[in-house]
C-alpha cells in the first residue's frame, strides 16, 4: 500500500486544500475539471475516487500458469479463486500439460460455478468467461435464492419423514445441494465485486463490517444445506424412521428460516425472539435425548440425525447473535458521526 503525506493548505475563510498525488492522478485517467467523490467512513476518514473512473483500476482477467506437477483438483482450485475474486476472464496457461486435465477440470468447474463458459483455448490457453445470468445480479437476491433452496430441501426431509415417503426425495434434495453451493460462490463473488468499487459500495449501501457479518451469513445458509444433505444420507440408510424427531425438526427448519430473514431485513426484535423459541427448542431436545437415550444408542444413525438438527439450532443463535451485533455497530457508528459533526458545526 502506497501512503503520501501532504501538508494541508487553506485558501479563504473556510476552504481547505490537499494535493493529490500525480501517479495515482494519471493511473486513473483524472483529468481537470472533473467531478470526484469524497466519501466519509465511520472512523471519519475520507475516501476519494471518480466515479467515471472508479473501475479502470479493477483487473478483469485472472491469469493462472500451470505445470505437469497439478493435478485435476489444483486445477479447479485455481479456476474457482479466479472465480471468487471476481475476475470476468480466467486464462489458463498450461503447456506441457496432459489435455485431459484441463478439460476435466473445466466441466468439474461449470458443475460447480454459475455461468462459467469457455470462449478461447489453443493448444496451450484456455479462457473461460463468467456470464451471470441478470437476475442474480444483486447479493440480497442470491442469499434470498440460498435461503429458499436450502429451506425447501429441509422440508423435503420432514416431509419423508412424516410420510415414510420415496427415497427418490432424498436423493433430490442430495443433488439440489449443488445449486446452493453455486449460489454461495456466486455471493462471495459478488461481495468481493462491491468491495473492490467504492461507488458500489456507496450505492447497495454496504459498509467494510458490513461484509463481515454477510460473508459469516452466508457460510451459515451454505451449512445449512450441507446438514440437509448430511441427514438425508442418513436416512437413506436407516430401515425405521425416527418420527419422534420430526416436531423439533420442523421447529429448528422454522428457526433457521426466521432468523435468516431477521438478517436479511436487520431486525433485532425478531432475533431476540428467535435467540428465545431456539432456547425452548432446545428443552425439547434435551428431554428427547432422555427419553430416547437408550433406542439412540442401539442406533446411532439417529444420534446423527438429532446432532444434525442440534446444529441447526446453535447456527440460527449464531445468526441471531449477528444481527444483535450489527444493530450495536451500526448504533455506534451512527453516534459517532452525530458527535463528529456537532462538533464540527460547534
Sequence with gaps: MRVYRRRVQRIGSSTYIVSLPTLWAKEIGLEPKMEAVLEILPDLSIRLYIPSKHMATIPKEYVVTINANYNVHDVVREIIAGYVAGARNIKILHKGVRREIVDEA?????ERLMGLEVIDEDVSSTTLQIVVDP????IVSVMKRMIRIAASMHEDIATYIENTGDRGLLEAVIARDNLVDKLYLLALRQ???????PYEMGR???SYIDSIYMSLFIKSVERFA???VNISLTLLNLAEVPKYLLELYRGAIEMFKRVAEAFIAIDKESA???????????????EIRKVHGENMAKQPSVS?????????????????????DITAVKSIATLHLTNAEVTYKA
Aim: hydrophobic fraction near 50%; glycine fraction near 2%; proline fraction near 0%.
Design 135 to 138: 437476475n442474480l445480479s444483486d
Design 304 to 324: 446423527r440425525v438429532l446432532d444434525a438438527i442440534s446444529r441447526i439450532l446453535a447456527r440460527s443463535i449464531d445468526i441471531a447473535e449477528e444481527v444483535i
Design 226 to 228: 450441507d446438514h440437509a
Design 204 to 206: 447497495r449501501g454496504i
Design 106 to 110: 473445466v466441466i468439474l468447474s461449470r
Design 272 to 286: 431476540v425472539k428467535t435467540i428465545r423459541e431456539v432456547e425452548r427448542l432446545k428443552t425439547v431436545e434435551e
Design 191 to 197: 461481495l468481493i465485486n462491491i468491495l473492490m468499487d
